[in-house]
């Protein structure tokens, strides 16, 4: 059985560090820069970054609207720190002019935990990880503020969720693609194959 094909949105952020990760557990990675490199994909993962340049970037490549059209879809995605931002129906604390991809019904608060210097790592319990706490690293990270009935919390900071599920959908306000432990890229990955997930035949990929 050929290796599924799972994309990281490479505009900004953590690129290589996730194609390393999903490429160890497994996974075909394929950075994806244009609308027709979302063709084929298991998955995509949007990576640790600043979530308003990844914003803008997205837009100015084309890439906003068929990302938001495959989610809507059902592509399995996962979202790390400023991909987390992006698979919010709302952010707070953002750009005026910032959207997201949404997807997962929550709000979430940009840079919550602080700035640059407040970054911090904590071993943390996630729901559905086997073996050890996983030694969570958190850089200028957001947290969620409210959740919907539909979304489950895999992990919470001081009361406050830093991983959750919906769907086809995950999110962390941490960054597992710097810390070597590569359980939450095997996670997502068992999501893509286990989801059911196809692109529908003859769909066109338009940038929008």
Known sequence: MPAPTVGVLAVQGDVREHLEALRAVGADP????RPAELDGLAGLVIPGGESTT???????????????????QGLPVYGSCAGMIQLAGQILDGHP???????IDMTVRRNAFGRQVDSFEVD?????MDGDPFRAVFIRAPWVERLGEEVEV??????????????????????PEVTGDHRVH????????????????GQVLSGG
């Open 30 to 33: 394929r950075p994806v820069r």
């Open 54 to 72: 990844i914003d803008r970037l997205s837009r100015i490549f084309g890439l906003h609207a068929p990302v938001q059209e495959l989610i809507r």
């Open 97 to 103: 002019e910032q959207r997201s991809f949404g997807g």
């Open 124 to 128: 943390l319990p996630v729901v559905g």
């Open 154 to 175: 895999l992990a919470e900071v001081d009361g406050h969720p830093v991983a959750v599920r919906q769907g086809s959908l995950l999110a962390t306000s941490f960054h």
């Open 186 to 201: 095997a996670l997502f990955l068992d999501m893509c194959l286990t989801s059911g997930w196809h692109l529908p035949a």
